[in-house]
């Protein structure tokens, strides 16, 4: 059995889940802690977004990415799900998120 392999392991997770848990307090303490998702899929009403509107939450999404946010949880943040963040940066013609 190899325990400095899983001791390794096991300091990695724990700094992981460290890390997670700061991200996850920086978007509470910006956002607040109401449900993103409340809604089932079924039951939310299609959203029409012009280029404008649409550039400007790619743009607020890549800030929050910059700061340390997962693309998910940014764009859970910002209530966009992470598929309309990747079409919307395909449609404005915007190059793959850099930090």
Known sequence: MNTRG???FLEWAHQRIVREMKTNELAKSEFG???VY???PSERRKITRNDNERMGLVKEIDKL???GMTCSLACKAMGLSRSSYNKFRVK???EPFQK
């Open 33 to 35: 802690e109401e449900e």
């Open 6 to 8: 899983i001791g390794n």
């Open 92 to 94: 404005l013609k915007l």
């Open 65 to 67: 990415r910059r700061l």
């Open 38 to 40: 409340g809604e089932k």
